[in-house]
T-cell receptor
């Protein structure tokens, strides 16, 4: 059973606007959350992470928000750029164990 | 560093044949992971090694799948016999984290497997 869920398979956003990608999880033991980005024919690459002791982490145009009570996290990209078009995977782990990934959300940023 | 190196990039085989996927992790990394990506299930963890020892293979679909890590610089994932439902992209990833954290994985480019 999927413990990390990304319920939107795809998202289309205009260049310059905000992209919001969502992720839900079921296991309350998860204590570390990450977002990975994947281009076609390449492996996923690490984008940004957040510990369960925080509710926000920012890195340039990318911000991850964590709502532990709702078991929900989101990735905000502001402003969105065409180069951001990729598949984004949400991932979670507990006690340093191997990552559980969601199915991914395909983001398309149009000019 | 060249990153995680996987071979082959593409593999097309017939049902019943043996398939061997190869992975060279980043030098110095002590954890290695095999993941499989499909449309239906996304990225699934198949098996996880730490210091060349398999820690968790509960994600391996069935006995047809086996993985080895004979040394710190090489791992294989074998499927014997292969079936059409094994068609997927197989990723190898490594991590250099010690202690509690294994989160920041570095992925290879994957092997696209097609079983006809």
């Amino acid at each position: 059973d999927q413990q990390v869920k990304q319920n939107s398979p795809s998202l289309s956003v205009q260049e310059g606007r905000i992209s919001i990608l969502n992720c839900d999880y079921t296991n309350s033991m998860f204590d570390y959350f990450l977002w990975y980005k994947k281009y076609p024919a390449e492996g996923p690459t690490f984008l940004i992470s957040i510990s369960s002791i925080k509710d926000k982490n920012e890195d340039g145009r990318f911000t991850v928000f964590l709502n532990k009570s709702a078991k929900h996290l989101s990735l905000h990209i502001v402003p969105s750029q065409p180069g951001d078009s990729a598949v984004y995977f949400c991932a979670a782990s507990f006690s340093g164990y191997a990552l559980n990934f969601g199915k991914g959300t395909s983001l398309l940023v149009t000019p | 560093d060249a990153g995680v190196i996987q071979s082959p990039r593409h593999e097309v085989t017939e049902m019943g044949q043996e398939v061997t996927l190869r992975c060279k992790p980043i030098s110095g990394h002590n954890s290695l992971f095999w993941y499989r990506q499909t449309m239906m299930r996304g990225l699934e963890l198949l098996i996880y090694f730490n210091n060349n020892v398999p820690i968790d293979d509960s994600g391996m679909p069935e006995d047809r799948f086996s993985a080895k890590m004979p040394n710190a610089s090489f791992s294989t994932l074998k499927i014997q016999p292969s079936e059409p439902r094994d068609s997927a992209v197989y990723f190898c990833a490594s991590s250099g984290q010690t202690g509690r954290r294994n989160e920041k994985l570095f992925f290879g480019s994957g092997t696209q497997l097609s079983v006809l």
